[in-house]
C-alpha cells in the first residue's frame, strides 16, 4: 500500500514563494517517477513537475519558478515555488507512477494523494 500525503499549501501574495513537501510510505522506489500535479476550479488536472533518476521536467508556465527535487533516503518530494502568480492558484497533488515523460500524462500515475491548496493574491 503506497501513500502520499502532501503539506506545504497556504495562501501567498504574487510575488512570493512556498514550497511542498510530499512524504511517502509504502513500497516507493527510487526507481518511480514522482510528479506535481495541480487542478483549478473548473479546469482539468495539469502536470505541472516530475522527476525520475535526477532528469526533470515542468510544464512551461511554471520554468524557470519553480523546482522540483527529492530525498530519496526520506522519501519525500519537493516543489520550491517562486515568483508565485495569481494563475498559480489550485489544488496541488503529489503522484507517483512508473514512467516519467515530459507530458506528464495522468494516466501514467497511479498513486495520488489527497492534495494541498495554494492561492496566491493579487
Known amino acids: 500500500q503506497v501513500q502520499l500525503v502532501e503539506s506545504g499549501g497556504g495562501s501567498v501574495q504574487a510575488g512570493g514563494s512556498l514550497r511542498l513537501s510530499c512524504v511517502a510510505s509504502g513500497y516507493i522506489t527510487s526507481r518511480f517517477c514522482m510528479g506535481w500535479f495541480r487542478q483549478a476550479p473548473g479546469k482539468e488536472r495539469e502536470g505541472v513537475a516530475a522527476?525520475?533518476?535526477?532528469?526533470?521536467y515542468y510544464v512551461d508556465s511554471v520554468k524557470g519558478r519553480f523546482t522540483i527535487s527529492q530525498d530519496s533516503a526520506k522519501k519525500t518530494l519537493y516543489l520550491q515555488m517562486n515568483s508565485l502568480k495569481p494563475e498559480d492558484t489550485a489544488m496541488y497533488y503529489c503522484?507517483?507512477?512508473?514512467?516519467?515523460?515530459?507530458?506528464?500524462?495522468?494516466?501514467?500515475?497511479?498513486?495520488w494523494g489527497r492534495g494541498t491548496q495554494v492561492t496566491v493574491s493579487s
Open positions: 522527476i525520475s533518476g535526477g532528469r526533470t
Open positions: 503522484a507517483a507512477g512508473p514512467t516519467c515523460s515530459a507530458t506528464m500524462r495522468l494516466e501514467d500515475f497511479i498513486y
